[in-house]
């Protein structure tokens, strides 16, 4: 639309004017090529970062094939890695936080569109939306001093004492009190709750007045206009609001190392120490070099694909709203 | 009769469950805030920050007290404003680009879904790609001791800004109206004149806004740095500017994830932690307060 509303002018324009419209597109050109350069410049940092993690992680995708994804070997002297155990710490870890998230970020958003006094609305949702801002390592050290002791202290030690050891309830209840895939999901799902719940705050604001009061009309309580009517009618972005959420827990690194135990095995319980992709590499990249360090970079590209996966998912449900 | 009472019941749970998941989201913000509070504000004096973290490591049990922060707080001051003013600089292009000039083209979907990407990146794997990179430079040109270094750790947050930048630009200008840019083209501005003296000009507080919430979000970031910046006991000093740029450099969050571990430093990873969730929220509250009032104008 520019360019040819500016070949109009440089029609009508005497001599004089031409040659300053003309001077001006080769700086106008120049901008515009500025403006696109730094565009590209988008696709060359993430084909940059990828780049970086496949080069680096080569020796470790070669020496152990399609092996390094399944197996659990982490033996540092013997220089054989594999990532299955840090792979299954992400994955669980955000499952679980998400089934911890989901059901909070729903009711934290039908509450503030639904029934929350309006003076009230707009702090609160601001309070959440501020949570968002605070750096991961704070949750890790809250996490850490005060929120792990307390559910080791009066929730898990309690019930790990009051059953015997060899019961179905021991067993689920045994573990590591200080830092373990449980404490590691809830503070995850504390960290995405209000990306989560600012979404679906959006999206239950754009279901149309219209269709809500004509369920409210027909006298359905509000646990029925949100069931029936809204839940159904936002769903595609929910789901995309969700993966949302899903990509920011499997990448979440600083707040999971401080919770989740660190230990190089499959955890036995809920309540058992793990580690996550992130994690592992925030603990053990500083001092690794050669063959570790690579499968550490190789794990790195691992999250990266599947975070892209997760990602990309998550915006095509979301296209048609703008987040 | 019996229905009427199910439904008000199944109501009244409903309203009772989405009160108390409300509930426990602002609780956990309270407790968060007493944690660092209680814990942080006593370390919040003169001596914690104006002395270098480096005399916290001593190792005599009396020794902790004569150290404090400053070297992390200048580093993290350092490399933040280094990397807003290089996201800034690519950012404000790039959003310009998207908005004026992509429109619904291919490319420019394309770039927006990299940048969605990009900005929901685990921040870790942007800070080990760098290192990567660094690492095999510097031991081709045979000088290891600078794989670690405060521009590392700067180039790394610059990618972590750059896609708040790029989204909040690509909004702000589509926000302006259509008319304004009609009115400076039938002036006879050419296009990219109305951009930067227009455009860019109406839409300046959004711009701020922006580069406020990438700010917000890159100073407290600890995972990239772990493997670029690396932490350093010693704070840069600004005579020697440029070689403490170029050396291990300290941050805030750095030091939180080294002083935690001991009992004799923790309080000092406290007050750390409180000082930077006081700048990130004190920052994202201004970003908010301005973007309410362009929102108004």
Same mark, same amino acid.
């Given at each position: 639309m520019g360019s040819a509303m500016g070949s109009q002018t440089m029609g009508l324009g005497s001599v004089d004017a031409t040659a300053r419209i003309n001077r001006g597109s080769w700086g106008e050109s120049l901008f515009r090529s500025a403006c696109f350069g730094a565009a590209t410049f988008l696709l060359v940092a993430l084909g940059g970062i990828m780049l970086a993690l496949f080069v680096g992680g080569w020796p470790a995708f070669h020496k152990f094939g399609f092996g390094f994804f399944f197996s659990t070997a982490w033996d540092v002297n013997n220089d054989v890695y594999g990532a299955a155990v840090p792979i299954f710490g992400t994955i669980a870890s955000a499952l679980i936080s998400l089934m911890i998230a989901l059901p909070l970020a729903i009711g934290v958003a039908v509450f503030l569109t639904e029934f929350c006094p309006r003076v009230l609305a707009q702090p609160i949702s601001t309070v959440i939306d501020l949570l968002a801002g605070i750096p991961s390592i704070v949750y890790g050290m809250w996490g850490f001093f005060v929120f792990a002791p307390l559910i080791a202290n009066h929730i898990q030690l309690p019930l790990e004492s009051a059953? =015997?050891? =060899?019961?179905f309830w021991g067993k689920f209840f045994a573990g590591v009190p200080n830092g373990n895939l449980l404490i590691a999901s809830v503070v995850l799902a504390i960290m995405i709750l209000p990306y989560m719940s600012s979404v679906f705050r959006e999206l239950m604001l754009s279901v149309p007045a219209s269709v809500r009061e004509a369920a409210y009309g027909l006298g359905c309580t509000t646990f029925e206009v949100v069931r029936s009517v809204m839940l159904p009618y936002i769903r595609r972005g929910m789901i995309g609001g969700t993966m949302l959420g899903l990509g920011r827990a499997l990448g979440e690194t600083m707040a999971v190392t401080f919770v989740?135990?660190?230990?190089h095995n499959f955890p036995s319980s809920l309540f058992d120490a793990t580690s996550t992709i992130a994690s592992t590499i925030a603990n053990e990249f500083a001092e690794a070099s050669g063959m570790r360090a690579a499968a550490l970079i190789a794990m790195g590209l691992v999250l990266f694909l599947i975070t892209f996966v997760v990602l990309a998912i998550a915006r095509l449900l979301l296209r048609s709203q703008k987040f | 009769m019996n229905r009427a009472l199910r439904r008000r019941l199944a109501n009244y749970i409903f309203v009772g469950a989405c009160l108390l998941a409300t509930g426990l989201a602002v609780l956990s913000l309270t407790s968060l805030f007493i944690s660092l509070f209680w814990n942080g504000f006593s370390g919040l004096n003169m001596l914690t920050l104006t002395k270098d973290s480096g005399l916290i490591a001593? +190792?005599?049990?009396?020794?902790? +007290?004569?150290?404090?922060?400053y070297d992390g707080i200048v580093g993290s001051l350092v490399m933040s404003i280094l990397a807003m003013v290089a996201a800034l600089f690519i950012g404000i292009f790039a959003g310009t680009w998207l908005a004026e000039y992509a429109g619904e083209s291919h490319t420019g979907n394309i770039i927006r879904f990299l940048n969605d990407v990009l900005l929901s990146a685990p921040s870790i794997l942007v800070g080990l790609a760098v290192y990567t990179y660094i690492f095999i430079v510097m031991t081709w040109h045979n000088t290891p001791q600078y794989t670690y270094s405060g521009l590392a750790g700067a180039a790394a947050l610059a990618i972590l800004a750059l896609p708040v930048i790029v989204r909040t630009t690509e909004d702000m200008l589509l926000l302006q109206p259509a008319q304004l840019r009609e009115a400076g083209v039938a002036l006879g501005a050419s296009r990219g004149l109305v951009i930067r003296q227009i455009i860019w000009r109406a839409a300046r507080t959004g711009l701020l806004t922006g580069g406020l919430l990438a700010f917000a979000r890159i100073s407290g970031e600890t995972a990239p740095l772990l493997f670029t910046a690396f932490g350093n006991g010693q704070s840069i000093a600004l005579r020697h500017f440029i070689s403490g740029i170029a050396d291990k450099t300290s941050a805030l969050p750095l030091l939180i994830n080294s002083l935690y571990q001991s009992p004799l430093t923790v309080n000092f990873a406290w007050t750390a932690a409180l000082l930077i969730s006081l700048a990130v929220l004190a920052v994202n509250i201004l970003g908010r307060f301005l973007a309410r009032g362009s929102r108004h104008s």
């Amino acid at each position: 639309m520019g360019s040819a509303m500016g070949s109009q002018t440089m029609g009508l324009g005497s001599v004089d004017a031409t040659a300053r419209i003309n001077r001006g597109s080769w700086g106008e050109s120049l901008f515009r090529s500025a403006c696109f350069g730094a565009a590209t410049f988008l696709l060359v940092a993430l084909g940059g970062i990828m780049l970086a993690l496949f080069v680096g992680g080569w020796p470790a995708f070669h020496k152990f094939g399609f092996g390094f994804f399944f197996s659990t070997a982490w033996d540092v002297n013997n220089d054989v890695y594999g990532a299955a155990v840090p792979i299954f710490g992400t994955i669980a870890s955000a499952l679980i936080s998400l089934m911890i998230a989901l059901p909070l970020a729903i009711g934290v958003a039908v509450f503030l569109t639904e029934f929350c006094p309006r003076v009230l609305a707009q702090p609160i949702s601001t309070v959440i939306d501020l949570l968002a801002g605070i750096p991961s390592i704070v949750y890790g050290m809250w996490g850490f001093f005060v929120f792990a002791p307390l559910i080791a202290n009066h929730i898990q030690l309690p019930l790990e004492s009051a059953f =015997d050891p =060899d019961s179905f309830w021991g067993k689920f209840f045994a573990g590591v009190p200080n830092g373990n895939l449980l404490i590691a999901s809830v503070v995850l799902a504390i960290m995405i709750l209000p990306y989560m719940s600012s979404v679906f705050r959006e999206l239950m604001l754009s279901v149309p007045a219209s269709v809500r009061e004509a369920a409210y009309g027909l006298g359905c309580t509000t646990f029925e206009v949100v069931r029936s009517v809204m839940l159904p009618y936002i769903r595609r972005g929910m789901i995309g609001g969700t993966m949302l959420g899903l990509g920011r827990a499997l990448g979440e690194t600083m707040a999971v190392t401080f919770v989740i135990g660190n230990a190089h095995n499959f955890p036995s319980s809920l309540f058992d120490a793990t580690s996550t992709i992130a994690s592992t590499i925030a603990n053990e990249f500083a001092e690794a070099s050669g063959m570790r360090a690579a499968a550490l970079i190789a794990m790195g590209l691992v999250l990266f694909l599947i975070t892209f996966v997760v990602l990309a998912i998550a915006r095509l449900l979301l296209r048609s709203q703008k987040f | 009769m019996n229905r009427a009472l199910r439904r008000r019941l199944a109501n009244y749970i409903f309203v009772g469950a989405c009160l108390l998941a409300t509930g426990l989201a602002v609780l956990s913000l309270t407790s968060l805030f007493i944690s660092l509070f209680w814990n942080g504000f006593s370390g919040l004096n003169m001596l914690t920050l104006t002395k270098d973290s480096g005399l916290i490591a001593a +190792q005599d049990p009396n020794g902790p +007290q004569l150290g404090g922060l400053y070297d992390g707080i200048v580093g993290s001051l350092v490399m933040s404003i280094l990397a807003m003013v290089a996201a800034l600089f690519i950012g404000i292009f790039a959003g310009t680009w998207l908005a004026e000039y992509a429109g619904e083209s291919h490319t420019g979907n394309i770039i927006r879904f990299l940048n969605d990407v990009l900005l929901s990146a685990p921040s870790i794997l942007v800070g080990l790609a760098v290192y990567t990179y660094i690492f095999i430079v510097m031991t081709w040109h045979n000088t290891p001791q600078y794989t670690y270094s405060g521009l590392a750790g700067a180039a790394a947050l610059a990618i972590l800004a750059l896609p708040v930048i790029v989204r909040t630009t690509e909004d702000m200008l589509l926000l302006q109206p259509a008319q304004l840019r009609e009115a400076g083209v039938a002036l006879g501005a050419s296009r990219g004149l109305v951009i930067r003296q227009i455009i860019w000009r109406a839409a300046r507080t959004g711009l701020l806004t922006g580069g406020l919430l990438a700010f917000a979000r890159i100073s407290g970031e600890t995972a990239p740095l772990l493997f670029t910046a690396f932490g350093n006991g010693q704070s840069i000093a600004l005579r020697h500017f440029i070689s403490g740029i170029a050396d291990k450099t300290s941050a805030l969050p750095l030091l939180i994830n080294s002083l935690y571990q001991s009992p004799l430093t923790v309080n000092f990873a406290w007050t750390a932690a409180l000082l930077i969730s006081l700048a990130v929220l004190a920052v994202n509250i201004l970003g908010r307060f301005l973007a309410r009032g362009s929102r108004h104008s």
